[in-house]
């Protein structure tokens, strides 16, 4: 299992758009080979910012490797923030970790 994580610093104010643009975003996901699970994290809030993590489970790091150079990730990513790059306090921190240990209900 590979995990892969943007962390995002949300400029105060502006958790509502970032959401909605999440929301309103065709990840093309699904349709990648390997991709597992997407979730979105609201983390802690600073006097400045609110803390988000993108965070997608791959079956390995190869998928996730695939899918970073395939038209499906080029289309998800195509208006990535679009005309609202004013909301992120600098460009996004990415994360990805190899799965030495899993634990199911």
Known sequence: MFIAMNRFQIVKGEEVVFERIW???DTHLR???GFVEFNLLKGE???DHT???SHTMWE???DF???TKSD?????HANAGGARRDIYKGPPKFEGFDAVQTLVK
């Open 45 to 47: 809030e600073a006097e």
């Open 60 to 62: 390995n790091k190869s």
């Open 23 to 25: 929301a309103e975003r």
């Open 31 to 33: 349709e990648v080979p």
């Open 51 to 53: 803390l988000y993590a």
């Open 72 to 76: 499906a990730f080029r289309k998800a």
């Open 65 to 67: 490797e695939a899918w």
